[in-house]
């Protein structure tokens, strides 16, 4: 079963002129379950396919499907129940003046929950909190545990598909460990697909069990991890990437 | 845990209720106020200027109204009037005792209307873009192209003087500039990730604006409202001295000034006292205001 | 190996509402014509260690050492006046983000020119043809469309080769790089780190290259110093620090996920308590 299909995907930004083309006929499907890695140079347009998904870049065309139910260009509530994204940056991610409490409360209210105590509670236990960062404010939190609100977060819609934007390259590399443990961990737990954009690919080889690499807003090519691993790949780009991560 | 003072249940790290890490956001607001002296003195006259205009009945030595030509124009320091007495023989610091009520009631509607009329547009036209920004900017240039005194002076002509119509005046003219902060505030909010992350919970524009860009922009605003304070009672004491403000025999202090221009030169005290309580009071709104934006400013701070 | 930068016992530290912060505690270093590599995770001090030693910490921090030594010299003991003489002039620095490091509202070329004449008596002509050379060093293509262009025209790796062209125009002695590449694709990196390797061999520069990355370091410098909380927990020849004995640096070596040796689950750092009361090593050689 297919989680996420998405066919000649086109995103561009200004017009006229000033058109820029991020992404350029992009095509790939995502399982239900799998988890699906972008990676590519900064510019390649594969954090524009991801808000291209949750509607934060509006204009693009092609075909996009969530659970083979093709998405409008306005989006319903309902299919934020479905798709949740964390962002990059931990620090810039949070409302400076609101608690983790009132984050992750106004999210479930929103979606619609009854049970919000106990529920914000839950989500805390979740992403390895605990009750005493609930009433936090963000400067009060280390890089790491901001991370964890952010996913929590996303976590709070109960959502099937989990957009992963460079989820630790903000965050230093003990920290990143644990948070690609807690990622781990909740896929399993929860049955969670993932789409998890990097520039580091031994990331995404750790995470994911295809990826597809992306050069100047375009899929070049979609390989296995393992293939990655044994660095493997078909195209010169690709090619060179893993030549310069290694 | 249990030994621990109030002090330390304020400075904690680790809140352990909503109501905690509220009053603990506050107290720690406060430390930071606190440390700045000049800012504490702007606090302080301002609290003794409240002070004074709650009290007023209790300290005022005469009835502010009452006239006594037989005694007009007495000096500083003359037997019952500390400050002199005016044209009328009323004792001056009665008069501005009072006065302090009029001003304080002034700046209260101006801070009152301007900032909330600015912030509304401001961050409307910010959040929302395209024609409605550009419709509103061009409102707010408008306004912004007129003198302040002269706009207000056509406001109060059309409208007839006294006080209200003062305060309606001076907010009409002193709110575009807040919409500009508003909006620019607001411009730089939009597209934070924060803003991203609640549009993905299907957040509407309505909750985006009042809970999440209001809360950001408010503390520039408050600083600026009260370093704007001075300028506020200026004007309005501009419209009493033009005498389109507050009218006789109301104790206005600008209108006090403009009494006691006759008889600048042989009688210079009748219209230096309320001069120099205006001074005052303008002075302590803009130390208060300095200090405000070391503490409120998220730019400044951190 | 002749020693260029000697530092003993350097604090860096900050007042706060709960008493004092101790950035940096007590960390000695030596600094020879190598590429000296600090490597830690945010909050380590690190960066600090490169500020403390420029003075560019500002108060109310406040920079302590027995000494810092710039050939024999102590910099503690300068006024701010000639500090301003040994910055850029013999110990220049490069930051993680050039964008905030190039005035936006003047062109390249005017602000290389204009940092040559700052240091150097020379005709505008004069210092336009050694701005022309410098670019090319750092092997920009077409340095003459580059001089007339403005800061934010350029993508962040040639940014960061021309705040490195900047900071070689006086030709300092030593260059402390913080993180200087962290900001850029792999292969860019790659780039600015050959343009860096090349300088300091050819001119006999001394190198601080400050970073999280280890595998960079490991790559890159000569000697590295592993900072925890402060201190320094371990020195130790950078081709050997993949074999590195300290408990910390072992954990940050086994958080990396790895390509060639896939796990299911990456090692969680676990900190003890003990590494940051333990006294700080020595860097010296």
Redesign the interface.
């Known amino acids: 079963m297919t989680m996420l299909h998405i066919d000649n995907l086109n995103v561009w930004f200004g017009s006229g002129r000033d058109r820029v083309d991020a992404v350029k006929g992009a095509s790939f499907d995502v399982g239900a379950g799998e988890s699906f890695g972008l990676v590519g140079?900064?510019g390649s347009g594969k954090s524009t396919i991801l808000r291209a998904i949750?509607?934060?870049a509006p204009t693009w065309s092609g075909r996009i499907a969530v659970d083979e139910r093709t998405i409008e260009k306005t989006?319903?509530?309902a299919?934020?129940k479905q798709v949740?994204?964390v962002?990059?940056?931990p620090y810039?991610?949070?409302?400076?003046?609101?608690?983790v409490?009132a984050v992750l409360g106004?999210?479930l209210q929103?979606?619609g929950f009854k049970d919000i105590d106990a529920r914000v509670v839950r989500l805390l236990d979740d992403v390895g909190l605990g009750q005493?960062?609930r009433?936090?404010?963000p400067?009060?939190l280390s890089?790491g545990q901001r991370q964890r609100v952010?996913i929590a977060?996303a976590l709070?819609?109960e959502p099937e598909l989990l957009l992963l934007d460079e989820p630790t390259s903000a965050l230093?590399?003990?920290?990143?460990?644990?948070i690609?443990?807690l990622l781990?961990d909740l896929r399993q737990e929860h049955g969670l697909t993932y789409l998890m954009v990097s520039?580091d690919?031994?990331?995404v080889?750790?995470?994911c069990d295809r990826l597809a690499v992306m050069k100047d807003g375009e899929i070049v090519e979609i390989m296995d991890v393992a293939d990655?691993?044994v660095?493997k790949a078909a195209h010169p780009y690709s090619q060179?990437?893993l030549q310069?991560?290694? | 845990m249990t030994e621990q003072t109030l002090r330390q249940w304020l400075l904690t790290d680790t809140p352990t209720s909503r109501r905690h890490a509220k009053l603990s956001a506050l107290y720690q607001g406060w430390l930071a106020f606190r440390s700045n002296t000049m800012a504490m003195i702007g606090l302080g006259i301002l609290l003794a200027l409240v002070l004074i205009a709650a009290a007023a009945p209790l300290l005022a030595p005469h009835d502010p109204f009452v006239q006594n030509l037989g005694n007009r124009l007495a000096p500083l320091g003359s037997e019952g009037h500390l400050l002199g007495t005016d044209s009328l023989g009323r004792d001056i610091l009665s008069r501005l005792i009072y006065g302090a009520r009029i001003t304080l009631y002034i700046v209260a509607l101006v801070a009152l209307i301007a900032p909330i009329v600015g912030l509304l547009v401001g961050t409307v036209s910010g959040y929302v873009g395209g024609w409605v920004d550009i419709v509103l900017m061009r409102i707010t240039d408008i306004f912004l192209a007129f003198p302040r005194l002269v706009l207000a002076l056509a406001f109060v002509a059309a409208l007839g003087a006294g006080i209200e119509n003062a305060v309606i005046a001076i907010s009409l003219t002193a709110w575009p500039p807040y919409a500009r902060i508003a909006r620019a505030e607001t411009l730089t909010i939009r597209s934070s990730d924060y803003i991203s992350a609640i549009k993905l919970q299907g957040a509407g524009g309505f909750r985006i604006i009042t809970k999440h860009i209001w809360p950001l922009c408010i503390s520039s605003l408050i600083v600026r409202v009260t370093l704007d304070m001075a300028g506020i009672i200026l004007a309005a004491a501009g419209l009493g001295f033009l005498g389109l403000g507050a009218q006789p025999p109301s104790p206005e202090w600008g209108a006090m000034i403009s009494e006691g221009r006759r008889f600048i030169l042989d009688h210079w005290w009748v219209a230096t006292m309320p001069g120099l309580a205006i001074f005052t009071v303008s002075l302590a709104f803009n130390l208060l205001g300095d200090g405000l934006r070391d503490v409120l400013d998220p730019k400044a701070g951190e | 190996m002749d020693t260029l930068l000697d530092i003993e016992n350097l604090w860096v530290k900050f007042p706060t509402r709960q008493g004092i912060f101790d950035a940096v505690r007590g960390v000695s270093f030596t600094l020879g014509r190598e590429r000296l590599g600090i490597v830690g995770e945010s909050g380590s001090g690190k960066s600090m260690t490169g500020r403390a030693i420029l003075r560019l910490i500002r108060p109310p921090g406040i920079v302590e050492a027995d000494h810092i030594k710039l050939d024999g010299v102590d910099l503690l003991q300068k006024s701010e006046k000639a500090m301003r003489d040994v910055r850029g002039e013999r110990i220049s620095m490069v930051m993680q983000d050039p964008k905030f490091s190039l005035n936006p509202v003047m062109t390249i070329g005017d602000q290389i020119i204009e940092a040559y004449r700052l240091h150097n008596t020379a005709s505008k002509s004069e210092a336009r043809a050694k701005a022309l050379e410098m670019l090319e060093a750092v092997s920009i293509r077409n340095p003459e469309r580059v001089m007339r262009a403005y800061p934010h025209e350029m993508s962040g790796g040639m940014g960061q080769r021309i705040m490195i062209a900047m900071m070689l125009i006086p030709n300092p002695e030593i260059l402390i790089a913080d993180e200087p590449t962290s900001a850029l694709d792999v292969s860019v990196q790659r780039q600015v780190l050959d343009i860096m390797d090349k300088l300091v061999k050819e001119r006999g520069m001394g190198l601080i290259f400050i970073s999280h990355d280890l595998n960079l370091v490991a790559d890159f410098c000569d000697r590295v110093l592993i900072m925890y909380a402060g201190r320094i927990v371990e020195v130790c020849d950078a081709d050997k620090l993949h074999d590195a004995q300290h408990p910390y640096t072992r954990g940050l070596l086994n958080s990396l996920p790895r390509l060639n040796a896939p796990r299911d689950r990456l090692d969680v750092l676990k900190r003890d308590p003990a590494w940051s009361d333990a006294p700080s090593v020595s860097g010296r050689v």
């Open positions: 140079e900064s949750t509607g934060l989006r319903a509530r299919f934020y949740q994204m962002f990059q940056d810039a991610s949070l409302h400076p003046r609101h608690s409490d106004e999210t929103l979606h005493k960062f009433f936090r404010y400067h009060q890089g952010a977060r709070a819609p230093d590399v003990s920290v990143q460990a644990e690609l443990n781990a520039h690919l031994s990331v080889g750790h995470m990655l691993r660095m060179h990437l310069a991560s290694v």
